[in-house]
């Protein structure tokens, strides 16, 4: 079947920090992949996406790379910002459907 | 350019009292809807998707419904609600057969009390 596993939160970084969510994902096919952020109280807002193997994603200093061989579409950045705390979820696309992990949490502190 | 709307933003109902979250999408045709919901700190669960009028998946076995009566209309239901129902709902589009990222709404906070 389909389904998406990342890391735990909350996830508290100073600013300026590097930051890493691991994602990992099950599924058939050739799935495309998602990082979609959530801030309090909104829907999901597209970050960024990876359509095939070896694609790399990329908006907002944000960066995730589609890695077949390992399953995985970590998301990273290498300086976070206050404005940057926000729930992200990682996604696969497959078959009509949108399968999501269950978020993490970033704090991110001044 | 394409939009979706979800209301009401916030709704607050007794157990056993229906419900009715609407959603419409703008400025495309032929959209797949889906309804997730969102239990506090945990992820999304998908509910329900649709990819044309009148056809509709359940993915979970539960007390609420879905219907989609025109192309870009898309309702969730339930004729009696649980206290279990509370959530924050979800509404969201893609363009069928196409490798697109999915379109959300603001969000439904229902509160069953």
């Known amino acids: 079947g389909n389904s998406v596993t990342q890391m735990e939160g909350p996830v508290t970084l100073s600013e300026e920090a590097f930051l890493t969510i691991n994602c990992t994902y099950t599924a058939t096919g050739y799935p495309s992949l998602f990082w979609y952020v959530q801030y309090p109280g909104e829907g999901l807002q597209l970050l960024l996406k990876a359509t095939k193997a070896d694609d790399k994603g990329s908006n907002k200093g944000f960066e995730a790379t589609y890695r077949k061989e390992t399953t995985s579409f970590h998301l990273e950045k290498g300086s976070v910002q206050v404005s940057d705390s926000a729930v992200y979820f990682c996604a696969l696309y497959n078959f009509n459907k949108f399968y999501f992990g269950s978020g993490t949490k970033l704090n991110v502190k001044p | 350019s394409q939009t979706i709307h979800q209301w009401p933003a916030t709704l607050v109902q007794p157990v056993g009292s229906p419900l009715s979250l609407e959603c419409t999408v703008e400025?495309?045709?032929?959209?797949?809807l889906y309804w997730y919901r969102q239990a506090a700190g945990r992820g999304l669960q998908l509910l329900f998707y649709s990819v044309g009028i009148g056809q509709i998946s359940s993915e979970v076995p539960q007390n609420l419904s879905a219907s989609r009566p025109q192309d870009r209309q898309f309702i969730l239901s339930s004729k009696k609600l649980l206290l279990s129902d509370s959530g924050f709902y979800l509404c969201a589009w893609i363009r069928p057969r196409e490798n697109t990222e999915a379109f959300f709404g603001q969000g439904t906070r229902l509160t069953v009390v």
């Open positions: 400025g495309t045709s032929n959209p797949n």
